[in-house]
């Protein structure tokens, strides 16, 4: 596939030309792997080399050191998370941080498995249909027949066979792709199992009720965080859910410029929820933050527009964007709290549901203290049938220094 400013120079007349020289065919991309259109440019060129062989010997470091930190309370990881995990590293430290390393080492061959055994053909369908949507003009993505389609199909394919009760959902196509961008298939679809059952359940399954839920919660940290936008919301009937659905359920891929995107997954990984919530309050910041930007939105279809269009409010200034979302003040412990109240109302209003956020994992400690508990857990099971004789607490186990401290749950749930 050629760029318009490629088309243009193969269409010249040749004889202005030297009679040796060629065109390369190839498109020209940016440092992410997007194509460049005409008059488009490479954008930022990311931090200088110096720095960025700084911080990945600290990420190595903190890889190598990863048993002991989980072991005590330290901001170490958080403040790397919050400089950006180096392009280099994020193929590592995703999966480590939402614990899909451990879950792919636990389950060892099994997404072979699943990806060489056929699906339901309707799941195939969609997925199929789906593919080429998918960061069209990136170069992994520009080929039905190339390796990126033929990843993603195979991620998301994979999914339906081992969720078969959630199947696939349309979100899960660019959320997984994006992983694909970063790591080989085997942990992306780790990184989507982590992604769907343990940071964000519910968000995926049919009925949507995860997302849903968290639509309220929106409102509450909207009400809280900024209370002009969101009286301006409620004064022209505008509920989160009309604009907000897409945001959480893709994890802002179609929203954010490339770099910045990056920058919050980086976050996500580390936090939670609580970093789609924090960002989705800087969006609507951007858009009715000032008295003057609200005037300009008379009525609920040009306040919708406004924040349906968000993605011209952020620019490539990825290192304020991730400044303005960690000074948004929410906290775990504040979710949690808030999260029950929201429970007991959407109980009364949903008697039949059976869906409970509480579960869910508010960063990577949790995620490596539920990996831990299922693996105690798978451990118990063998030794009843008799076919597990090592200890319960196996030296080999990557986990095996991870401690099951509720002490430390608890003060994880209430870091800013």
Known sequence: MLSPAQKNLSEEDSSGSDAGSEVSLEPETDRFGFILTNGSTAGSVGPPPELVRQREAKWINIMLQWNRILLKKSSKVKVQCQKGIPASLRAKCWPLLCAAADRMKQNENLYESLDSQPALQSWVDVIERDLDRQFPFHEMFLSKDGHGQRGLFRVLKAYTQYQPEEGYCQAQGPVAAVLLMNMPAEEAFWCLVQISEQYLPGYYSPLLEGVLFDAGMLTWVLKRTCP???????HHGVEPLMFATDWLMCLFTRHLPFNTLLRVWDLFFCHGVRVLLQVAVVLVRRVLGRAEQRKQCQGQMETLERLRGVREQVQEED?????????????????????????????????????DPRGRCYGYRMAWARARQNEEERDRKEREKGNLSVPLARSASTLSA???APAQEAEERGER
Do not use: G
Not at 228 to 234: D, G, I, R, T, V
Not at 325 to 343: A, G, H, R, Y
Not at 345 to 353: G, I, L, Y
């Open 402 to 404: 991870v401690p099951l």
């Open 319 to 355: 290192d304020t964007f991730i400044a303005e979302v960690c000074s948004v003040p929410l906290s775990n412990k504040d979710l949690e709290k808030q999260t029950e109240k929201e429970l007991q109302k959407w109980r009364k209003d949903k008697p039949s549901s059976t869906f």
């Open 228 to 234: 002009a936008a969101h009286k301006h919301l409620q």
